[in-house]
């Protein structure tokens, strides 16, 4: 029996309706690549969406067709997460930090038509505009005053002038919410980049489920400082989120250094952030530095890679911030965990505390996870059998885009190429990617357990532990320190540090200190190139 209950499609331009509707006058402010900040409220924000869709349909974009942006966070490119999508495009954010031959090869595989950028890609653009194949199309997200004298880009158009010239009405057409609605590449440490291609459907579902007060807690009463970028995996979510919730949104545009960061925390009052590790680095430097506070930030979402517990604990014991645990990935659009403690263990000791929040939490309401063992065999939720992660749910992509790579399920599940551990109260924690285990005598060690314990010696700006290879045991850990500056540290003190803190077997057997470690495209460590570096590297104990 069919039930008597509306059928209306799940569309992102609902978002942005929301918003306008019931939050037209809460904030967006953005600090502009000019340097400036820039205020607008939601129904600004809506109306200028709306002619935006406008002129696209006036430059021939197409339902299905793909926009791409080069652009940092900012209300410009917030516009287009509507206009596009809304209108039944699809939108494409490139990675700017990517090397301009895989902006080009991502563009054409994409088959992109039109282009928007900021002005700090202006260099990037003239170097790859007569390379790309399909993009028609180049526009500039900035104001007439703003446009370069003289440029290659054939044809270049102003964001400000297209914006002006679309008609102010314009009502978001309804179609299947099965459409297509934007497009991530994967970073593609190995082989090349595959898109994950999201829906309007999973993607208003992921916002639903990412705002619940267990998973991540967006309300009407945040102000929220998005530093994860627009340009991955759709700031997690958060442009969507925070129309849904009604929430003030802060964009810092391309100012990610602590001191600028902490300047717009404490100037538009936010109470909450999003970020990788190595982002909080510098700002966590910069207020230990200058010895400063957070007067209004209250909560910050860490995920990407894993939070190290130093980390932790400097937010929450020094500056009563509180930590938010995540994982996700490009292929879950990217919420799977969040690391909120049940209402029993909020009553465990601190340290006890801390190690569950080392943790990547649980699998919020939509996502289905299990670990299982190389013969694919489910494995014990016990926290202590450790397996490959392997996930489902209607945020999780079935193939990636244009079937590239083949069939990526296995039964019906996504295999992550996580390793994992999932505990009785359903906490998952990651031992490593199966690509960086380490195999000792056929047993694995977790590089992450051991760089998080590095990371806690206060001479440790940064640590990475990579497989070296090993005459007797194949593989043994290799520990690569970046000091803080001005720190002394020894080999013998580094390795000291570990007594007692894990197994005498899992201990590194050398450690090697760097100037840097490079650092991807996304911001996490590229534990391939350290490899590749350290191939030749003799272990003492060799
Ligand atoms: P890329 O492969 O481009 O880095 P993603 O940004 O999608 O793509 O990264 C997903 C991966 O990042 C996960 O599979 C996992 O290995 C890692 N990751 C994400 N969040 C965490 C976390 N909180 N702790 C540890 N690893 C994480």
């Known amino acids: 029996m069919n039930a008597s209950m509306m059928q209306q499609p799940l569309l992102i331009s609902s978002l942005l309706t929301h918003a306008e509707r019931h939050h037209g006058d809460q904030e967006v402010v953005s600090r502009r690549v000019e340097g400036d900040i820039h205020r607008c409220t939601y129904r600004e924000l809506a109306q200028r969406s709306r002619r935006m869709a406008n002129a696209l349909a006036s430059l021939g974009v197409r339902f299905g067709n793909r926009v791409a942006t080069l652009a940092w966070n900012g209300y410009r490119h917030m516009e287009l997460y509507y ?37 700090s890609f202006l260099p990037l ?125 802060v964009f810092p545009g391309p100012f990610l250094d602590g001191k600028s960061l902490h300047d717009l925390f404490e100037a538009e009052g936010v109470t909450v952030s999003a970020g990788v590790p190595t982002v909080w680095q510098g700002l966590l430097a910069h207020v230990e530095a200058n010895n400063l506070k957070f ?23 020094r500056y009563d911030v509180q930590v938010l645990h995540a994982w996700g990935m490009t292929e879950l659009s990217p919420l799977g965990t969040a690391c909120v403690l049940k209402k029993h263990q909020l009553e465990l000791p601190v340290e006890e505390r801390l190690v569950l929040q080392a943790k990547q939490g649980r699998a919020v309401y939509g996502v289905d996870m299990k670990i299982v063992d190389d013969e694919g065999r489910d494995l014990p939720h016990d926290g202590k059998a450790s397996g490959e992660l392997l996930v489902r749910g209607p945020w999780v992509i079935r193939s990636y885009f244009k079937g590239e790579g ?51 010696h206060p001479a440790v700006a940064m640590a990475a532990c990579i497989a070296a290879h090993h005459p007797k045991w194949d593989e043994r850990p290799l520990l690569v320190v970046v000091k803080k500056p001005g720190s002394e540290l020894t080999r013998h003190e580094m390795l000291q540090f570990f007594d007692g803190k894990i197994a005498k077997w899992w201990t590194p057997d050398d450690v090697v200190f760097v100037e840097s470690i490079p650092l991807g495209a996304t911001g996490k460590m590229q534990k391939n190139k350290l490899r590749d570096q350290f191939r030749e590297h003799t272990l003492p104990t060799a």
Not at 197 to 226: E, G, K, M, N, Q
Not at 406 to 435: E, H, Y
């Open 295 to 317: 007067r209004t930030m209250r909560r910050t979402i860490i995920g990407g890679s894993a939070c190290p517990p130093a980390m932790m604990r400097a937010f929450q014991e």
């Open 406 to 456: 083949g069939d990526p399920l296995v039964n019906g599940w996504f295999p992550t190429g996580d390793v994992a551990t999932i505990d009785g109260d359903g906490f998952m924690q990651i031992t490593d990617r199966s690509k960086d285990v380490i195999k000792s005598g056929g047993e694995w060690i977790g590089s992450i357990d051991l760089e998080n314990i590095a990371m806690a």
């Open 83 to 119: 206009a596009v999508s809304g209108s039944g495009a699809v939108l494409h954010t490139l990675n700017p930090r990517l090397h301009p031959d895989q902006v080009v090869w991502i563009a054409d595989h994409a088959e992109d038509q039109v282009l928007f950028f900021d002005l």
């Open 125 to 249: 653009v003239e170097a790859v505009a007569g390379r790309v194949s399909t993009i028609k199309t180049f526009v500039l997200m900035t104001d007439r005053s703003r446009m370069p004298a003289s440029t290659t880009i054939p044809g270049l158009l102003c964001y400000e002038d297209l914006v002006e010239s679309g008609a102010d009405r314009f009502d978001w057409p309804e179609f299947d919410e099965n459409t297509a609605s934007s497009l991530c590449y994967t970073s593609g440490t190995t082989g090349n980049p595959k898109g994950a291609l999201y829906s309007h459907r999973s993607t208003v579902l992921h916002t639903l489920a990412s705002a619940l007060p267990d998973a991540l807690c967006w309300s009407a009463r945040d102000v929220i400082l998005p530093v994860v970028p627009m340009f991955h995996v759709n700031a997690w979510g958060l442009p969507y989120a925070a129309c849904m919730v009604g929430a003030k949104l």
